[in-house]
C-alpha cells in the first residue's frame, strides 16, 4: 500500500523490516475520563489501518499504552498530572480512576467494532523497563539529572524536529505558551524522563529509584512500551496528529538514543475531529462520547460510518446534521444488502477477484476509506449474482468492520416477524425467514382472499420457478425449499 509517512512528509509505498510482518505501535488512551468520539476517530482509522494490513497478507503484531501516570495537563511537562485530576474529580483512588476508564474505553472500542490491539499495556505495569532505559539514557551521555529530576538532553542530537518543515522557533511556542521555564532544563524543548520533584501536587503513586521516589515523565512509556513487545525497528506508529510533537518527537529521541539506530520508519497520524466551536477535547470536561451517541438512538456503528467517509489527513467537523446524513446512507446499505437474495448459485470467483483488485488499490492509496465504501456501492451495482455480491461485501467488512451481513441479517428478521404478523387476522407465516419470499406468499394469501385465483396460481408458480413450495395451513401458511 501507499501510505503517507509524516516523518518524510511524503506518500511512500509501505515497507517492513521483516518482509511480511509489520510491528505497529499506537499510543492509547490516558485513562482519567471517557474517550470522546475524537479520540475515537483517531482509534477507528487506526483500526481500519491494522485491518487492511492484515488484508493485504501482512501478520500485524500491534502494541498500544494505556497511559495510567505521569501525563501532566500540559504535554511540555507542566500542570498536574492528568490522573490525579481525575481521581480528585470522583473522589477515588488513581488506580480505580484507571480500571475504570480503561474498560470504559475497550467497551467503546468494541462498540465500534475497534478490535484490541495484540499488546496492551498499562504503563504502571512496566515502571522497572522504564528505570532501565532512563539509566541507560544517562550512562550514554543523552539524559542529566538537575533539580531532582532526569531530563533528555535535546541538544546530543543532530536532528529534533522531524515531523515539521517549520523552523524551530515555530515549533518551540506551543512549549513556551504560558508556561514558566523550568530552570533545571538546559535547553527549552529538553524534556522529563523521571519526576521526583514537581511544583504540583505530589503524584499518588510513585516508585523508587536511582534517583529517587518519584513517577515516570509520559513520553518514555511508549518508547520502552514499544522497544519491549515490537523490538528494536518499529515499521508503524500511530496516533493523532496532536501527539506528533511534542510526544512523538521525544519517542524519536529516546529511542534512537538508546538503540544507536533509526527506530521508527513509518508515522501515521489522525487529524482531528472538530465541532464547529473548536476542537473536541477531554480536558475541557464536555465532550461527546458513544453513550451518549447511543442514548440518542444512534448505532454506535454509524459513527464508523461517519468516519470512513471522511480521509484521515483532513480535520473532520462534527455536526448532528452531519451524522444523520451518515446514519441515513448507512441505514439505506443495509436496506440494499438485506433486499439480496441467498439462492441464486455460486460466487464468481473472477468478478469477486476483480472487485477486491479494486479495494485493495483504492484503500491501498494512503488509506482512502471513502473509496473503500465507495466501492460497496460498485459491488451492489455490478453486473454478478447477489451471492457474489454478498461474498464481496462480507470479505470488504474485514477491513471496514461495518458488520454488514450481520446487521442486513438482522434487518431481515425484524423483516420477517413483522411479516407474520403483518397479514390480516393474525396470518401468520413460516418458512426460512426470507423477508422477499415471505412478502409473496403473503401476496397469495391475500389474492386468495380477494378471491384473485389466477393472480394466486401465478404467485404460486412464481415460487415454485425459485424452488420453494407453499403448504396453506390453518391460520396461515408454510412454505420450503425444494
Ligand atoms: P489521550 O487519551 O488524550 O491520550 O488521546 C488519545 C488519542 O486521541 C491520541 O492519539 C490523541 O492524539 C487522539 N486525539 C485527541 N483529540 C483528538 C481529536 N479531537 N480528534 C482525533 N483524535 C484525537
Ligand atoms: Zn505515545
Known amino acids: 500500500m501507499y501510505l503517507y509517512n509524516s ?15 509489520v510491528e505497529m505501535y499506537t499510543c492509547g488512551p490516558t485513562v482519567y475520563h471517557f474517550a470522546h468520539i475524537g479520540n475515537l476517530r483517531s482509534y477507528i482509522m487506526e483500526d481500519v489501518l491494522e485491518k487492511f494490513l492484515r488484508y493485504e497478507g501482512y501478520d ?63 504503563a504502571t505495569g512496566l515502571i522497572g523497563e522504564f528505570i532501565r532505559v532512563v539509566s541507560a539514557l544517562i550512562d550514554r551521555g543523552y539524559a542529566y539529572l538537575a533539580g ?12 529534533y524536529y522531524v515531523f515539521n518543515d517549520h523552523d524551530e522557533e515555530d515549533l518551540a511556542v506551543g512549549v513556551r505558551e504560558g508556561v514558566e521555564e523550568d530552570e533545571n532544563k538546559r535547553n527549552k524543548n529538553d524534556f522529563v524522563l523521571w519526576f521526583t520533584k514537581s511544583k504540583f501536587e505530589d503524584q499518588a503513586l510513585k516508585w523508587d529509584s536511582p534517583w529517587g521516589v518519584g513517577y515516570p515523565g509520559w513520553h518514555i512509556e ?19 496528529v496532536d501527539n506528533a510533537f511534542p510526544h512523538h518527537t521525544n519517542e524519536i529521541a529516546q529511542s534512537e538514543a538508546y538503540l544507536g539506530h533509526p527506530w521508527c520508519a513509518q508515522w501515521f497520524h489522525v487529524h482531528h475531529l472538530n465541532t464547529n466551536s473548536g476542537k473536541m477535547s477531554k ?31 483532513k480535520g473532520l ?42 479495494f485493495l488499490t483504492q484503500v491501498g492509496n494512503d488509506l482512502n476509506t471513502a473509496q473503500g465504501i465507495t466501492c460497496l456501492y460498485d459491488v451492489l451495482k455490478a453486473p454478478v449474482n447477489d451471492v457474489t455480491k454478498r461474498a464481496v461485501l462480507a470479505s470488504f467488512d474485514q477491513v471496514l468492520s461495518l ?4 446487521k442486513a441479517a438482522a434487518l431481515r428478521e425484524k423483516e420477517a416477524a413483522q411479516a407474520k404478523t403483518a397479514g390480516a387476522d393474525g396470518f401468520t407465516i413460516q418458512g426460512g425467514g426470507d ?14 382472499k380477494a378471491k384473485n385465483f389466477a393472480e394466486a396460481d401465478r404467485i404460486r408458480e412464481e415460487l415454485k420457478g425459485r424452488g420453494i413450495e407453499v403448504t396453506d395451513v390453518p391460520g396461515g401458511a408454510v412454505w420450503k425449499r425444494i
Not at 506518500?11 to 518482509?19: A, D, L, N, S, W
Not at 511540555?76 to 498530572?81: K, L, R, Y
Not at 458488520?403 to 450481520?406: D, F, K, Q, R, T
Open 7 to 21: 516523518a518524510t512528509h511524503k506518500k511512500e509505498e509501505f515497507r517492513t523490516h521483516t518482509p511480511g510482518r
Open 60 to 122: 500485524v503484531n500491534r502494541v498500544m499504552n494505556i497511559t495510567d501516570v505521569g501525563h501532566l495537563a500540559s504535554d511540555a511537562d507542566t500542570g498536574e498530572d492528568k490522573m490525579l485530576k481525575g481521581a480528585k474529580r470522583e473522589n477515588k483512588s488513581v488506580m480505580d480512576i484507571a480500571r475504570f476508564y480503561t474498560d470504559a474505553f475497550f467497551d467503546d472500542c468494541a462498540k465500534l467494532n475497534i478490535k484490541t490491539p495484540d499488546v496492551v499495556q498499562p
Open 148 to 159: 531532582g529530576n532526569v531530563y533528555f538532553d535535546t541538544s546530543r542530537l543532530d536532528r
Open 222 to 240: 511508549c518508547s520502552c512500551i514499544s522497544m519491549k513487545f515490537n523490538g528494536e525497528y518499529l515499521d508503524l506508529h500511530c496516533g493523532g
Open 283 to 313: 480536558s475541557k470536561g464536555e465532550f461527546l462520547t458513544v453513550s451518549l451517541l447511543e442514548e440518542k438512538g444512534y448505532d454506535p456503528l454509524a459513527y464508523r460510518f461517519f468516519c470512513l467517509q471522511s480521509h484521515y489527513r
Open 317 to 358: 467537523v462534527f455536526s448532528w446534521e452531519n451524522l444523520d446524513n451518515a446514519a441515513g446512507a448507512y441505514n439505506k446499505l443495509i436496506k440494499r444488502i438485506a433486499a439480496l437474495t441467498r439462492l441464486d448459485g455460486a460466487v464468481d470467483e473472477e468478478a469477486a477477484a476483480q472487485l477486491k483488485e479494486r
Open 403 to 406: 458488520s454488514l451481513l450481520e
Open 435 to 448: 423477508p422477499e419470499i415471505d412478502a409473496l406468499v403473503l401476496q397469495r394469501a391475500e389474492a386468495k
